[in-house]
Structure formats: C-alpha cells, structure tokens
C-alpha cells in the first residue's frame, strides 16, 4: 500500500515500488471504498497518494485542500478519467459528465447551464408539483387504509417521473396513459435497469492496462456498446427529434396547429437552431449530442435527488425534535393550506437547513466524480504530480472535518441556520460541496435543491410518520450501499398518519 502519513512524505519515491495492485485490493475488499478512505485518512492525513495498478492517485480529505485545489489547480484538476465502460455508455466520453476538460465540454456545459438556470427550471415547476401530488395522493390511500409504504421506492419514481416530464414530457412510473406510452414505458426502464447493471462492473483494464484482455473475456465492451446502441434507440424512439423539428419550424411560421412539447428537448433544439445559425461557433450540437445531454441529466439527476429525500426523512424520524421544528416553520409559512409550492420552501430557513445538513453526513456521491489531471502539474509546490494523475475528492471525509464542524457526526441543522444556500456553490464554503465544485460542480444543483426542498417540505407536512409495527427509530439502518450513489442500504417502510384534511 502506498499512503503518506503526512503531505511532505508524498514523494517517498521507494513506496512507489511497492506492489502493483495492492492499493486496488484495498478497494475489492471495501463495500464502502469512501469509508474505508476515511479510516486511512484519520491515520495518515488528509493527502494521500496510491497507486490503483498503474493509475497514479491523490485523495484529498479535508475542506483546506479542496480550497487550495480549487485556488490553485482548478483547470488542471477538472478532466474526467478514460473507462472502458463509462466510455462508451458515454457515447465515447462525449457526453458532459465524461467528457475531458476542453472546447466541447465547455460547450456542453454552457448548454446545460443554459437549460438548467433558475429561471428555466421555473418554468416547469407546475409539472414537479403535480408529480409530487401524484405521490401524496397514493400515500395518502395508504394511509387511510393503514399501511405501510416504501418511500424509498415512491421517491425515486417521482424523481423519475419529474425528470422525464421536464427532459421530454413524459412520465413512465405510473399505470396509465394510453398504450403506445405503455410501450415506451417498458423500454425506458428496461433501459435504465440494463444500464445500472453494466455501469456497476469494475473494469480491471481501466487500472492495468495489459489485463484488458480480461474485461474483452467478460465481453464488457460489447455489451456496454450493446446497451449503449439500445439508449440511442430508444432515445430516437421517444424524442422523435426530425418530428419536433418540423413543428418547431411550422410554429415559428406561425402554424396555430403546431404544439410545441414545450420540455427540456424542444428547448435543446432551439439551441441547436441557435448554434447552427451562428456561423461564429465552430462546435455546433448535433442530434447525437442532444441524446447524450438527456441521458446525462436523466443519470444524474434522478437518484441523487431521491437519495437526499429519503436520507433526509430517515434522519428526521432519528430526531423528533427537528422534525417538529420543521413542522412548525412549515405551518408559518403555508398556515392552513395542504400543499407546499417551491415558492413557500425559499421562506423556510429551517428547511434547508435541514437539507444542507442531510448533504453534509449523506452526500450523494460520497467520492465525487472522478477526476484526473490533464498534464503533469508541481502540487502543493513541491510535488511533482504526472499527467493523467486521479484526484479522488472523498466528500464523505471533507463533510467531517473536526476543523470545521464540532462534533461531526451528528445530525445538527442548527448549524446551517444563516448560511444561504448559494454559499454551497461550489467556488467558497468547501466543508459543504455535495455538489463538488469548481469547473465541475453540478449543473443541476439548483434544480436538485429545489426538488428535494419541496418534496420534503409536503411529506412533512401532510403525514406523521413512524416505523412499522410500532418499533423506534432506533431500529433505521442508517448504513449507506455504494454505488452510482449511497442511497440506504433498506428501503426506508414507513407508516403514514394523515395530518390535515384534504
Ligand atoms: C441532490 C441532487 C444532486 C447532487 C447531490 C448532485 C451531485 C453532483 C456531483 C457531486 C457532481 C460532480 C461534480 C464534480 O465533479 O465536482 C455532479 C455533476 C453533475 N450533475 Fe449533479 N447532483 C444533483 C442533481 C443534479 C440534477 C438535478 C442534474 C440535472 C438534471 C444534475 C446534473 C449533473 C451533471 C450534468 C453533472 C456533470 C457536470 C460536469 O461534469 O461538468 N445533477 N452532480
């Protein structure tokens, strides 16, 4: 194992001869690799460097170093790593998330800032309001007939389901709807299943490049590219983007007939026309990047956002007293109505308090995205870092630094009362970066907050909530799985109590 009990110790050239893949096993042998980073940091500090086969590595643990990063290597530091299999569901890296640092990711990521602006993102709330009614009304059936339901399960379709409605004006996570959408219902989940399946296997050519041979015999290559080609398909299938053109064109022609899907696409394909028109861009967006911009935003803003919630909620009924703050602050706000708009939740200062302390102890990606270093690079001043080094921000350890947070491993909202959220944006205030931050920092962190912020606010407010079978909180498994994200490892079974009339 090659690790620096200190950062002066990170050139100790002999530790680089030590065995090729022994800091890889440290992973085989981890369920829960960001854990397991955290319990090497606490021993050696908070800059460590591995070797993962021929990957050189730095973990950085601690909020003062991911500020010196972000002052000092920001650019360097934001490429993504090659993988075979994230590669080619990547469209081969050109999607936005994968992409390496230059021309066409700044491109993309314009695109999506474009699309991902508040004031964009207001546009559709009345859609990510009826979706969460769609969820309370089937709690609330539940509840009056006492039982039991898996928020767990609820959340993530109506994530789903406000995703797809805003990407293309769809929702898939529900019976009905006539039955051609059916049809596309299938696919699309079969889709996202088979996609999950083959994103989780661990590509051992990725980290030693003469045993790629092992991943062609586990036919890796061929089926992400199978499944790769089934995405676009069904992408092509559902958006339909020759036929939107042409009623895009026949409405700004004036045609009275031509509805506009008005979603996330048709405002892609304004881009596009804007881009095209433009003779002074030289990348223009093509249809095929369009498909890659939906199944990144679909991927990455889907379970992320249901994480939270359901992390959220599990930690409010591990702290009564919070949840009834938060029920009164709610109740101030809202007074009698039954329902909490995204607008009442920006007046709830207890509320997202709750939330930013929910992405402190339960980030959704407790390792960040993987990141490499474009060229070589002199770190800290003093250490020679190669091209193509991976820079492993473990969120999970800089969400617990004893320097800036007492005791950091309690669930505290108090802590973020008068902190504003835009404090979380990723470029001050690093102890708090569930959303990474720099050049990378996510995109859709907005509309993520505001999702969760709502879906949470309404869940409170409508029902009380307990265990099953009258057991205390104690008996939550409050232990992440890790995987895409570090959602519980149980489906969160809860009994809901109607609180209002409706
Ligand atoms: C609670 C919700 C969310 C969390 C915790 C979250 C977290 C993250 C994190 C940690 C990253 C990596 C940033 C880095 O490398 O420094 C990221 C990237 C990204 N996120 Fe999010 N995210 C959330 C919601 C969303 C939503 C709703 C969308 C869009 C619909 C979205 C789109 C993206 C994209 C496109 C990237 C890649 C950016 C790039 O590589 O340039 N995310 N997110």
Known sequence: MILCSSAEQLTCKWLFLLTVIGNLFLFFRAPLPHRMLHNLAEKYGDLMYLRLGFTPCIVVSSPALADYIHKNHDTEFSSRPDGLITGILNGDSQSVSMAKHGDLWKTLRSICWQILRPANIARYETRRMEEINIMLQSIQIAAEAGETVDLSSMLYKLSSNSMTQMLINRRYFTAGGNEENLREAVIFKKMISERLKIASQFAIGDYIPYLRFIDYLFRYNA????????????????????????????????????????????????????????????????????????????????????????????????????LQQLRSEIVTVVGSRSAVTEQDTKQMPYLNAVVMETLRLHPAAPLNLPRESKGACLFLGRYQLPAKTRVIFNTHSIHRSLEAYDSPNAFKPERFLGVPQANVSGSSFFQLSPFGFGKRVCPGQALGTISVCAALANLVHRFAWSLPCGLPPSHLDMIESFGLTAPRRCPLILLPTPRLKV
């Open 223 to 322: 089926k992400a590219q199978e499944i790769q080609s089934m995405t676009m398909r069904v992408c092509d299938e559902i958006m339909n983007l020759e036929e939107r053109r042409r009623r895009l064109t026949r409405e700004e022609n004036g045609d009275a007939q031509a509805v506009r899907e008005e979603d996330f696409v048709d405002d892609l394909l304004s881009i596009q026309a804007e881009y095209t028109a433009d003779n002074s861009r030289k990348i223009k967006l093509t249809d095929h990047q369009i498909k890659l911009l939906v199944q990144d935003m679909l991927v990455a803003g889907t379970e992320t956002s249901a994480t939270t919630v359901d992390w959220a909620m599990a930690e409010l009924l591990c702290h009564p007293k919070v």
